[in-house]
């Protein structure tokens, strides 16, 4: 998922063609702003953490691109390319370590296994917008 920071400083296209380009395949695709009851359960296994609310509100503050991406080895994949949540210790190269500076304005959401992939598409897609 693009977050609000990264669609609004215009890397939507940046961020869709690195995927492209690694040979991953998009199988879904939609802007969506988002209702705070779906941040919060998005992020729901942060909810204890003290930078919990202030996430909830980053996500709200304008529209993200969600995005489904298949391939071999797909997950692993996007988070090294994604790299590490600290933009300032992400990798050069990386999609963080490249277009970002702040933890709390990192451009990109990745799912962080299979399990929570299959999670967030119910959430982010299911309903109308079902795959
Ligand atoms: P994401 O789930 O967004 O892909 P991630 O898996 O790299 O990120 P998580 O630990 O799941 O990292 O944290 C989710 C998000 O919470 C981070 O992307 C970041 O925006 C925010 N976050 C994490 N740690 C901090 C922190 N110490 N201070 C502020 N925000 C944080
Ligand atoms: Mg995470």
Request: glycine share 12%; aromatic share 8%; charged share 25%.
């Amino acid at each position: 998922m693009i977050k609000p920071d990264g669609v609004q400083r215009g890397y939507m296209g940046e961020i869709i063609s690195r995927f492209e380009k690694k040979g991953m395949v998009c199988k879904g695709l939609k802007t969506f702003m988002t209702p705070r009851e779906v941040a919060e359960e998005h992020y729901k296994d942060l909810s204890s953490k003290p930078f919990f609310g202030d996430l909830c509100d980053y996500i709200c503050s304008g529209p993200v691109v969600c995005m489904v991406w298949e391939g071999p080895g797909v997950v692993k994949s996007a988070r090294l390319m994604i790299g590490a949540t600290n933009p300032l210790e992400s990798a050069p190269g990386t999609i963080r370590g490249d277009l970002a500076v702040e933890v709390g304005r990192n451009v990109i959401h990745g799912s962080d296994s299979v399990e929570s992939a299959e999670r967030e598409i119910a959430l982010w897609f299911g309903g109308d917008d079902e795959l």
